[in-house]
């Protein structure tokens, strides 16, 4: 492979397998063998599937790695992903649980670092909510092959659900809490969690909005700074409770479209044919931000401050919606 990284690779799917009824492993290497681009704990790749309306889209998959080896990170020879399956999503993930084969070539775009284990002393306290638990398994090895202080708590529906499981009970011994909603008859005890916490320990959060939320107001109630607050949403927006059908207006053009209830600006704007910039479509990088210029809206990221918010004068298009009826935009 050549030293400057291409914007697309395309690897073989060397394995695909079912490690419990709802997610899928899938592991993908060049067809030479070669060394692929490296990353570190908490990366994600972009890979390409297919919509069953035939339409391309990507869907991003943190990487999984639990070897001590640097080279594993440096000069990775394959890339581990795994796959919740989401029956009500669009679609990507039941192509990569039925489509994806092995033997089959995937497009990926080589490893992103957005929510990167960060040098600050302390303790990681790793909070995985389900499938959120995949790139906190590679901070876990990162954080165990350095001989740095981590604690993980895991949070699932039921163990047989639970992926990595047995690996993290190897890697971290009593440093491992599970919490099984179906054996506690609860949810985690988030605030037993944080009693547990010292004042330099660092939290990396990866799960359902609901358990992002819940850790969001729970650290700030306690005084905790955002800096030490650090967090991946994994679950593709979903439809709430009273979300309706808007119409949003595009000042500069004088075009307007209706969103529906289960649809996002930014995914209508793209169907229209306009072409507007975005990466995590999760409300967490902040690339979609785009002036409002009338109209209330309803926002849902986590890239605003709480002040910015209620200026109301933008807004992110991938996940935040309109309150009212209407809402003008700058575009
Ligand atoms: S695309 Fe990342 S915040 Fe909207």
Known sequence: MSTSTPATLQLRVAEARDLNPLIRLICLRADDGAVLPGYTAGAH????????????????????????????????????????????????SRFMHRQVQPGQVLTIEPPKNEFPLRDRGGCAVLVAGGIGVTPLVSMAAQRVAQQAPVRMHY????????????????????????????????????????????????????????????????????????????FEVFTAPTVAAGDHAFEVVLAQSGRSLTVPANRSILDCLIDAGCDPMFDCKRGECGVCSTPVLEGQIDHRDYVLSDGEKREGKVMQICISRCKGQRLVLDL
């Open 45 to 92: 790749l972009r890979v390409r599937v297919q919509l069953p309306d035939g339409h391309d889209d990507w869907r991003h998959y943190s990487l999984i790695n639990l070897s001590p080896r640097a080279d594993a990170w440096v000069a990775p020879t394959e890339y581990v992903i795994a796959v919740r399956r989401e029956d009500e999503g669009r679609g990507g």
């Open 155 to 230: 949070a699932g529906r039921s163990r047989e659900l639970m992926a990595f499981l047995p690996q993290l009970q190897q890697l971290l011994g009593d440093a491992l809490h599970v919490h099984a909603d179906a054996e506690a008859g609860a949810p985690l005890d988030v605030e037993a969690l944080l009693d547990a916490c010292r004042d330099d320990d660092q939290l990396y959060v990866c799960g359902p909005k609901p358990m992002l939320d819940t850790l969001l107001a729970r650290t700030q109630a306690r005084g905790w700074t955002r800096e030490r607050v650090h």
